[in-house]
């Protein structure tokens, strides 16, 4: 009788449909959006690759531009975490050190698509993303708006002379993080990319 019993629990075990993991399947898509854009990732590569079909996708994340939304909060939540991080850094010197020194390790690391997700998808978006595209615009001025504050702080302290131009010097850091995003989608090395931080750190106001 036990055995029959656990007979049929066992069959029930192995009948029941597998569990759908919603942060799994959020990372997949994340990688997919990172490898090929926004619009270079097609609903048939999504579904396949998620182990979904349409409608249970858009019951999961709603249609592609809101997963790409989706995918794009995990990426800043945990990704690029690094950026905020930086800020808390003593010195204005020492943040612009640490971002471009942990972009450089971050962009050309093997265990994801090189490049910025953020970066590249703000590039190769066209006119049928236009939204995508304002919205990868909108977080990029948002870490621009953390280091010029950052930066602010650090002439209140008399870290950097009351002459600096805080808002330049975020879009300075900005403009090197996006060109070393493109290095590093196009072969470019993490110590070819730390020689570049520090030929721009040795330009850095101390």
């Avoid at 399947?25 to 270079?40: H, T, V």
């Avoid at 995918?71 to 945990?78: E, G, H, K, P, V």
């Avoid at 953020?118 to 919205?135: C, D, R, T, W």
């Avoid at 977080?139 to 008399?158: C, N, Q, V």
């Amino acid at each position: 009788m036990n055995s029959l019993i656990m007979t049929i629990e066992t069959k029930k075990t192995r009948g029941r449909p597998r569990v759908f993991d919603t942060d799994e399947a959020l990372e997949k898509a994340l990688q997919i959006f990172w490898n090929r854009g926004y619009e270079g990732a097609s609903l048939a590569e999504l579904t396949e690759v998620l182990g979904i079909n349409k409608p249970s996708m858009y019951a999961a994340f709603g249609n592609k531009e809101e997963l790409f939304k989706k995918a794009l909060t995990r990426y800043t939540t945990y990704h690029v975490a690094f950026v905020r991080e930086v800020i808390k850094m003593p010195t204005a010197y020492e943040v612009a050190q640490s971002f471009l020194y942990q972009a450089a390790e971050f962009l050309t690391d093997s265990s994801h698509p090189k490049g910025c997700m953020i970066v590249q998808g703000a590039l190769s978006s066209g006119e049928g993303a236009e939204l995508v595209k304002a919205i990868l615009i909108q977080y990029r001025a948002s870490y621009e708006s953390l280091l010029t504050e950052r930066f602010e702080k650090a002439k209140i302290d008399g870290d950097l002379t009351n002459d600096a131009n805080s808002k330049c010097l975020a879009k300075y850091l900005a403009a090197l993080h996006q060109g070393m995003s493109v290095q590093a989608t196009s072969g470019a090395s993490k110590d070819e990319l730390i020689e570049i931080a520090n030929l721009a750190l040795n330009a850095w106001p101390r």
